[in-house]
């Protein structure tokens, strides 16, 4: 009989308890702490379950799921499992581990988290990017507004043309499309470049977008070789400079007595 | 001048994408945080701990990049990877029982069981935080632990856009300190992706050398006269450490790589595909998909795998052991030949993706720690080291400036774009171009606004993450990164546009900040104009 009532006490307990969490949370008209405080409950959870407290691990649980539920007016749920598994040898059976096994809280419709990728950004924009010393790498949009006055659909075609700044040559390359992408072969290793999106119509030009300028690598050793460095600041070494160099790194020095630390890195 | 000694630089790049997904109970991707802790992250630390113990006084560079780093001090994700190393237990006790009867398979039923147990033991004992583990080894001396693009973008596709470049450098300087609690040395730029200025944007942010792949550094103008065994100096003050092939090689390559011996374990075959459903189904993914569980009993034998061998463990351990013999006598030799026409000490820098040791390569971890020890027992040329050391004994090198690299295939930009992921660009770049305005527009926004914008930050990072495009290329799991990239594109839209209109709503806002939490500290001022 005694422990029923002490059972029903501190049930009880527990309830004006969250009672006055809920009211807490409620008084503060602050939403958002409601998910800061449910944060904080899982990962003090979390620890506990590490440190063997599963039942305490478990209750905490509940309460925070119930106390989320009441605050939001929203579901809140919360799943969890704690693994048990005794370690078996002899030598270590006092040890025993408990696991959270798996949270899932939401306080949104999962359909509210992800969606499809924009198709266009509505804009005139040619970006150039270095793929290799060959190649490069561009991708293009047109706008509606420009697409309008362009009157696309008459007969006319766009065109990327590419030029090489360094030595002023340029080519062209058609493409019949208003948005995409494409490799682009570049006639020459480290040069820069930049490209222009253009559309030709009854053999009018009309540039839309210039892109960046890249800068495509060598592909080969260069010519020019690097100063040495001054032979004063060089320290000509033999095995055993090198190895005492080397140590002045290496050297873990014991602990100090004091230091109740592990070893400390100290340099001679 | 003739030198026989010099130093050899191995250097790890622990990275993987930011994968969180609390709205789901099982999600295969967070599995590869999982798996790549159990397989690599633990059994290396147990390696540093192991060497630690015998006294052996080992260097090596460590990348943890930002994205790793947030997900490894995450409690949810924690506490979701003691309940998968819990079932791998549970596993691993089942084996035990049903191979009884099957010596061979009985013996390496055992042999993973302690493994698991041991690595239950390990993550435990680091308070369920592996960070720490790496910080203490970092402040004990033995590796020089440094950062990466905050995302880990493919810098040079960003290149327009000077401000987002400045951003993810930041914002990996800013996360690295709040994780390790110093400032770092040392950069691991995506992919090993330079392109000509960026040593200025790590010179502002403290950075004080990089890595680039060999024709990086033999095709910098003007040609350096040590190739790849000596840094340049950018002219910033930066320098450029050029990555070795040789090295790469050896362990690298599939066909002549160390990793492709007939007694190394096999990755491909695991009992998540070869036990009944009935037996192996709790292990699995819950919808019945099956998955690695990280138990295989066989070894690279024949191209089917149907005619796979039985792995003997003992014989693999013994391998690694003759492998690391003769990576430690190859380098011996480098070194004291390159010597030989060098004023100073070569230093052989050797960068080798994290996961490569344990995850693909079972018995990896156990190959560094044979080669840490040997060289520091027996190295007659070789010293363990890394760039820092270096630059500490050699504070001025050959000034060039490294081509535009990376260490993909083909060597340049060609994986992160091509015609199967092209289309991401508009979008990234759409997206990038909008953060920069919002972040000079509302320079001075507080409170909610500031929260929204600090969000906006956020999901452009994990947008311009090259894994998406990486994924994309290489055809693995391209459903999971275009969603990814849905999901950003969608959601930081949405913040521009809430944020314009002045009304964010908190409740939304909310939900994001808690499913994409990387970085607690983002100040989206580090987006502004320059």
Known sequence: MKTTNKTASKKIDILAEDQKEI??????????????????????????????????????????????????????????????????????????????????????????????????????????????????????EVSLQERCRLRLGYGGHFVLRLHNISDSTKEEIWFPEDIGNCFVALPKPASIYRAELGYYSSKRYSCVAISNSVYSPTDKVSEKTAEPVPEDRDQPVTKDSVRAATKYTLIIQEPDEKDSGSENFKPL | ????????????????????????????????????????YIPLIDVFQRLSDENIKFRLTLTITPSLANMLADSLLMGRYLSYINRLVDLAENEVLRTKDLAKFELLARIYRDKFYKIRSIFEKWNFRLLNAFRHFQDSGYLEIITCCATHAFLPLLANFKEAVEAQIKMAVIDYEHHFRCVPKGIWLAECAYYEGLDEVLRRNGLSYFFVDTHGITHANPRPGYATYAPIDCGSGVFAFGRDPETGRQVWSSEVGYPGDPNYRDFYRDIGFDLDKEYIGPYIHESGIRLNTGIKYHRITGKNIADKEVYDYSIAMQKTW???NHFVFSRERQIAAVGVNMRRSPIIVSPYDCELFGHWWFEGPEFLYNVLKKIVLEGQYTRLGTPSDYLGIYKHSEKAVPCMSSWGEEGYCSVW????????????????????????????????????????????????????AFIMKTETTVGYAKKRIKDHVFRFNKLYESILGGDVNVLWLSEVESRDNIFPEMDFRIFKKQ
């Open chain 1, 23 to 140: 009211r807490r949370l409620k008084e503060l008209d602050d939403i958002e702490l409601l998910k800061e405080a449910l944060s904080r409950l899982i990962y003090e959870t979390s620890e506990s379950a590490m440190t063997k407290k599963p039942v305490k691990a478990a209750k905490k649980l509940k309460r925070t799921a119930k106390i989320g539920r009441a605050v939001s007016g929203k579901k809140v749920k919360i799943s969890y499992s704690f693994t048990y598994v005794p370690y078996k040898k002899p030598e270590r059976a006092e040890t025993k581990l408990y696991a959270i096994n798996y949270i899932t809280l939401s306080l949104v419709k999962e359909s509210e988290l992800t969606g499809e990728l924009p198709l266009d950004y509505d804009e005139n924009r040619l970006v150039l990017q270095i793929l290799d010393p060959f190649t490069a790498h561009a991708y293009w």
């Open chain 2, 1 to 40: 001048m003739i030198n026989d000694a010099g130093i050899w630089a191995p250097v790890l790049h622990a990275h993987l994408p930011f994968v969180r997904h609390p709205e789901y109970v099982d999600m295969m991707e967070e599995r590869w945080l999982y798996e790549a802790i159990t397989e690599t």
């Open chain 2, 322 to 324: 003759e492998h690391a």
């Open chain 2, 417 to 468: 774009l091509n015609e199967k992921n092209a289309w991401i660009y508009p979008h990234v770049h759409k997206a990038t171009e909008r953060m920069i305005k919002l972040a000079d527009d509302f320079f001075e926004a507080t409170g909610l606004m500031q929260r929204a914008l600090n969000q906006a930050a956020r999901e452009v990072m994990l947008l311009q993450s090259s894994d998406w």
